[in-house]
């Protein structure tokens, strides 16, 4: 007898009815922890073997991301360790995306001395090669900063009385030319250890925020992540070294990209929804260090 959950259930019934014409019927399903995104998110045991599916309406403000994830997977080339996508799709008012579930040996640790280090590093460096020229039809990146100008220029418009280090932010700011974070390279713009598994091998998911641009800006993305998990600024950018598309990113390009993410972190960690504020902080606390080392 088929086990629900209201994961399942809560998906219109000829979107279900798609899915298991597709894979046969399913079995078992087990609900996993959604994100940001509010939708469906769930192992199904099925015939074909596991699959994951994530789903959301249509009119959902993330319903672009999904869409952008599935042209993305869709252009993967083969090299690439990201779990196959077996199906995607918008009908009957949903997206759906269907993937090969991955059984994960343990949560991807970044902190200093874990063995996963030395595998998240290969990875992003392979992915600037092996994605380079972009394969998939994504936005530039400067698309995606734009989002986090909107709210770093706010919070400098109008700067809390606390908002320590003003006068190096906007400096950075002023001197940010996002003309220099454009290139041919397939970014996923936010890897940390919750979009990576620890399979067979280390695998990259969730490629929603993906766009091109220069190879550097995956590695810049990734130091305050490998900061917030415990290394010093010092130690994140040493690990940086190793990965040589590192090595060709402009100064002040970095240090304002830098001054982005922290003020866009900074607003919503202030004005943002109260679920996610404390999370905000914490990664705020984690870019104000690294500007500060950058800077001092």
């Known amino acids: 007898m088929r086990e ?11 979107v279900r009815a798609d899915i298991e014409k597709r894979l046969g019927a399913v079995h078992t399903v087990t609900p996993v922890p959604v994100g940001l995104t509010a939708g469906t998110a769930a192992r199904l045991d099925t015939p074909t073997g596991p699959v994951f599916v994530k789903a959301l309406p249509v009119d959902s403000p993330s319903a672009t991301l ?9 252009a993967l080339p083969a090299a690439v360790p990201a779990p196959r996508m077996r199906w995607g799709g918008d009908g009957h008012g949903w997206v759906v995306l269907v993937f090969d579930h991955l059984a994960a040996h343990h949560v991807v640790n970044l902190a200093p001395g874990s063995a996963d280090l030395d595998d998240v590093i290969d990875l992003v460096a392979a992915l600037g090669d092996i994605l380079t020229p972009n394969p998939a039809h994504v936005p530039p990146v400067t698309d995606n900063v734009a989002f986090l100008l909107k709210r770093a220029d706010t919070l400098l418009a109008e700067p809390p009385a606390d908002l320590a280090g003003l006068d190096t932010y906007t400096t950075a700011r002023a001197r940010f030319d996002l003309d220099q974070l454009a290139g041919e390279t397939l970014l996923h713009a936010d890897i940390h250890h919750a ?3 620890a399979a067979d091998r280390l695998h990259v998911i969730d490629w929603g925020l993906a766009c091109h641009g220069a190879a550097w800006v995956e590695t ?3 130091i305050p992540r490998l900061i917030a998990a415990g290394h010093t600024p010092h130690q994140a950018e040493a690990l940086a070294e190793r ?8 100064d002040a390009a970095v240090t ?4 982005v993410w922290v003020l866009f972190r900074e607003y919503v960690a202030r004005y943002g929804p109260e679920r996610i504020r404390e999370s905000r902080a914490r990664a705020a606390a984690a870019g104000r260090a690294w500007m500060e080392y950058r800077t001092s």
Do not use: C, D, H, M
């Open 195 to 197: 979009n990576l598994i």
């Open 4 to 14: 629900t959950t209201p994961q399942w259930e809560g998906l219109p019934s000829a």
């Open 243 to 250: 990965i040589p598309a590192w090595k060709t990113a402009p």
């Open 220 to 222: 810049a993305l990734l």
């Open 256 to 259: 304002g990209l830098a001054a």
């Open 66 to 74: 999904y869409l952008r994830e599935q042209r993305v997977n869709a």
